[in-house]
């Protein structure tokens, strides 16, 4: 399928188009899950979807499936029992998602959580806005396949796969200019459009490498703009490591601690503690030192014990953090 005959498939109205166009309104109380009514705050938000139905579809993998979103119709507040992937083909798309009023522009991506609320705009004619809906399963298995050095966007993916949270996270991804989402996304709909026994697994892949393009624009844009600050629990996360593998700990194993890649892990401890990974490091070790030349320990052995193989370089930056040599500041203790 060429790519001209995808964009005259998608822009072309249903019958429920037109009838929405006309005036007509879709009665939402047929789709929520009177029954299964999702507790937010105190409030009561209704579900929409049956992931019997709505992960099962020809041509797609087990567990995904990608649907349009029909134009002239707004859809009520709602939360899932899947992950949701949203995706504006064309135009833009209004939301309010977990009570925040955002628009979705052009080749631009929304990934929610199963429990976050959301609501969509109407959509205008010139408006196509296509929904990927995600199983766990499949979820892991895509992550284990593309996202398995960790980064933000995996931290993400990995808490819609615990139990133990509320599952009200989203993520804004504005990957406008991101060439290869486009491609990705408009592959994907081709398979889905005219499916081929092989079309299951070209999905597969073609999802793995969305979630890969995701990651890098979502990070990249981290570091360019400025991110918000790494949330306190994980920065002090983080220092706790870092206090308990001083002598040997690396960047990338703090990254792979707190499921963040190292670039966005190193840029965001800069932006919160002032202090970027190794001076941290070296804080903490020396911190260490000192804690053992309180006990007695010689230069040498306290040296030793925290990493430091050379001994001029711990003599320097000794000097810098404590004004004195080892030798001076245990002198300094009382006998």
Not at 36 to 47: A, N, R, V
Not at 255 to 272: D, E, F, G, I, V
Request: proline share 4%.
């Amino acid at each position: 399928m060429d790519l001209t005959h995808l964009d005259s498939l998608l822009l072309e109205l249903t019958d429920s188009e037109r009838a929405y166009h006309a005036g007509a309104r879709y009665d939402w109380n047929d789709a929520f899950s009177w029954d299964h009514q999702q507790g937010i705050g105190e409030k009561h938000i209704h579900k929409i979807g049956d992931p019997t139905q709505a992960l099962h579809q020809e041509g797609m993998p087990e567990g995904l499936s990608i649907v349009r979103n029909s134009r002239f119709n707004p859809v009520p507040e709602h939360v899932h029992d899947y992950v949701e992937i949203s995706y504006v083909y064309r135009g833009h798309a209004p939301q309010v998602v977990n009570g925040e009023q955002l628009t979705l522009a052009q080749n631009e991506v929304l990934l929610l959580d199963a429990a976050c609320p959301h609501a969509v705009g109407e959509l205008g004619e010139h408006d196509l806005m296509l929904s990927i809906v995600i199983s766990r399963p499949m979820l892991r298995r895509s992550l284990e396949q593309s996202l398995s050095s960790a980064s933000a966007v995996s931290q993400f993916l990995l808490n819609a796969l615990n139990d133990e949270t509320d599952h009200r996270g989203h993520v804004h991804f504005r990957t406008g200019n991101s060439r290869r989402v486009r491609r990705y996304m408009q592959e994907m709909l081709c398979e889905l459009l005219e499916p081929t026994t092989a079309s299951p697994q070209i999905v597969s892949r073609l999802f793995e490498l969305l979630l890969v393009e995701l990651m890098q624009s979502y990070e990249a844009a981290l570091l360019q703009t400025g991110a918000p600050a790494l949330p306190s629990a994980q920065v002090a996360a983080a220092m706790s490591y870092i206090e308990r593998h001083a002598c040997d700990c690396t960047l990338n194993d703090l990254a792979r601690h707190l499921h963040l890649s190292p670039n966005y892990t190193s840029a965001l401890l800069k932006r919160q503690t002032g202090r970027t990974f190794m001076q941290l490091v070296q804080e903490s070790r020396l911190t260490r030192a000192a804690a053992l030349l309180d006990t007695g320990a010689t230069a040498e052995a306290a040296a030793r014990e925290v990493g430091y193989a050379n001994m001029s370089f711990f003599y320097k930056k000794f000097a810098e953090r404590y004004g004195c040599t080892p030798a001076a500041y245990r002198r300094r203790l009382p006998r």
